[in-house]
């Protein structure tokens, strides 16, 4: 019997991977241009504000907040396609999804996110979700991380951060000072040992925040490891491996409290194609840093975590870069070349204490680009907390996801 002929791929004007912060904003603000023809690629039936876990873990807000389902912000007029892709092949312009569906584009906009690699410290996996060991990187261990902080009353309390880029950089530093901060006023912080284990050889790249932070640090009593990471964890023993990059020594040390981030990378299908950068030994996808398209593949665009990009993979630089995209996507379309640059922009707001943040705003030359100049936000702020807690969801779910910002 003669095989009956493949189906011809389901083609569509622009293919958006990805329905989180950036897919949604880019199909958002393609359709407000007047696209038509925009499938978006997105397994999940929900839809999380991801920035508002460190207040979630800290006591400071329901995780509820920050839910939506992805029906609700899928913008009108995109064809949601409810599959995961598993494959790209730029040369033939298509996707395939994990069906086994084939689709094809005239246009591909790459916003899957990153992977955490919770098997990428041994022990960690199986340790997550009790004996002390949380993680604000996945909701349904946010509120544990807030249960584990509230009911210490004496010990050591450890933090962690991995080597390479991760999302949200400022998130592995800001529980731990929400939690010595809740110590503090509970009048205990003097019975807690509280060690955070950065792999920088500093606390933050920009120097003024830099300096803010060994402060914030200095006033909780923090023990600050630089160029360390975690490598190991006996969940039963509670016992974590704090290594030391510059002397090559690992050190033992028993826990109360463990508050791990996962290593991160690109999703396998993307790091094992042929869109990922040689640069980037996690995986990361290519992009012009300032035009935000693939260097070999011009019809394809990058950004959000996946890119690989030197800024700080956070959805306050998601808001500057999806603008870009739609610009040079439409230019393109339209015949003419990519005009629209990105300039790195990002931001990562630093909860210091309860009620109390640091905003940093700055490009990628890491100077500081404060949005609003007239406030300095190298101080600890009150208003900026309240900017963080109520007004960034509204900005995100009103009118970044909308379009509108």
């Given at each position: 019997?003669?095989?009956?002929?493949?189906?011809?791929?389901?083609?569509?004007?622009?293919?958006?991977?990805?329905?989180?912060?950036?897919?949604?904003?880019?199909?958002?603000?393609?359709?407000?241009?007047?696209?038509?023809?925009?499938?978006?690629?997105?397994?999940?039936?929900?839809?999380?504000?991801?920035?508002?876990?460190?207040?979630?873990?800290?006591?400071?807000?329901?995780?509820?907040?920050?839910?939506?389902?992805?029906?609700?912000?899928?913008?009108?007029?995109?064809?949601?396609?409810?599959?995961?892709?598993?494959?790209?092949?730029?040369?033939?312009?298509?996707?395939?999804?994990?069906?086994?569906?084939?689709?094809?584009?005239?246009?591909?906009?790459?916003?899957?996110?990153?992977?955490?690699?919770?098997?990428?410290?041994?022990?960690?996996?199986?340790?997550?979700?009790?004996?002390?060991?949380?993680?604000?990187?996945?909701?349904?261990?946010?509120?544990?991380?807030?249960?584990?902080?509230?009911?210490?009353?004496?010990?050591?309390?450890?933090?962690?951060?991995?080597?390479?880029?991760?999302?949200?950089?400022?998130?592995?530093?800001?529980?731990?000072?929400?939690?010595?901060?809740?110590?503090?006023?509970?009048?205990?912080?003097?019975?807690?040992?509280?060690?955070?284990?950065?792999?920088?050889?500093?606390?933050?790249?920009?120097?003024?925040?830099?300096?803010?932070?060994?402060?914030?640090?200095?006033?909780?009593?923090?023990?600050?490891?630089?160029?360390?990471?975690?490598?190991?964890?006996?969940?039963?023993?509670?016992?974590?491996?704090?290594?030391?990059?510059?002397?090559?020594?690992?050190?033992?040390?028993?826990?109360?409290?463990?508050?791990?981030?996962?290593?991160?990378?690109?999703?396998?299908?993307?790091?094992?194609?042929?869109?990922?950068?040689?640069?980037s030994p996690y995986g990361y996808v290519a992009a012009?840093?300032?035009?935000?398209?693939?260097?070999?593949?011009?019809?394809?665009?990058?950004?959000?975590?996946?890119?690989?990009?030197?800024?700080?993979?956070?959805?306050?630089?998601?808001?500057?870069?999806?603008?870009?995209?739609?610009?040079?996507?439409?230019?393109?379309?339209?015949?003419?070349p990519a005009s629209a640059r990105y300039d790195g922009?990002?931001?990562?707001?630093?909860?210091?204490?309860?009620?109390?943040?640091?905003?940093?705003?700055?490009?990628?030359?890491?100077?500081?680009?404060?949005?609003?100049?007239?406030?300095?936000?190298?101080?600890?702020?009150?208003?900026?907390?309240?900017?963080?807690?109520?007004?960034?969801?509204?900005?995100?779910?009103?009118?970044?996801?909308?379009?509108?910002?």
């Open positions: 019997m003669t095989p009956a002929p493949a189906a011809a791929p389901s083609h569509h004007q622009v293919l958006i991977v990805g329905g989180g912060s950036a897919g949604i904003t880019v199909a958002a603000r393609l359709r407000r241009a007047g696209v038509r023809d925009i499938a978006l690629l997105e397994p999940s039936e929900t839809h999380w504000y991801q920035p508002l876990w460190t207040l979630v873990g800290g006591g400071q807000a329901p995780l509820r907040a920050s839910l939506r389902t992805e029906a609700d912000v899928m913008p009108p007029g995109v064809r949601w396609l409810r599959e995961r892709a598993t494959a790209v092949d730029p040369a033939a312009r298509t996707v395939t999804t994990a069906s086994g569906r084939v689709l094809s584009y005239g246009r591909l906009v790459l916003a899957p996110g990153l992977e955490l690699d919770w098997d990428g410290v041994p022990g960690l996996a199986p340790a997550l979700g009790h004996d002390g060991v949380t993680s604000n990187y996945r909701p349904d261990l946010a509120p544990l991380t807030w249960e584990f902080i509230r009911r210490m009353r004496r010990g050591t309390a450890v933090f962690t951060m991995p080597s390479g880029p991760v999302k949200c950089g400022g998130a592995p530093q800001k529980i731990a000072y929400l939690a010595a901060d809740h110590w503090r006023k509970r009048g205990v912080l003097k019975s807690i040992r509280t060690i955070l284990v950065l792999p920088e050889p500093a606390m933050f790249k920009v120097p003024v925040f830099d300096r803010a932070l060994r402060e914030t640090a200095r006033r909780y009593g923090i023990e600050v490891r630089l160029n360390s990471e975690m490598t190991g964890v006996d969940g039963p023993a509670r016992e974590a491996v704090l290594t030391d990059h510059t002397t090559g020594t690992a050190e033992t040390v028993r826990y109360d409290l463990l508050h791990a981030v996962p290593p991160q990378r690109a999703p396998r299908w993307l790091a094992d194609g042929p869109l990922a950068d040689p640069q012009d840093r300032e035009t935000l398209q693939h260097p070999d593949f011009p019809d394809v665009f990058v950004l959000g975590d996946v890119a690989n990009l030197p800024t700080s993979k956070t959805g306050a630089a998601i808001r500057k870069q999806a603008p870009v995209v739609v610009s040079n996507l439409l230019a393109g379309l339209r015949g003419r922009y990002t931001s990562c707001p630093l909860v210091t204490a309860r009620h109390k943040m640091l905003l940093a705003e700055f490009d990628y030359d890491l100077r500081p680009t404060p949005s609003l100049p007239f406030i300095d936000t190298t101080r600890e702020r009150t208003d900026m907390w309240f900017l963080k807690r109520y007004g960034l969801p509204q900005l995100y779910f009103r009118a970044m996801l909308k379009g509108l910002a």
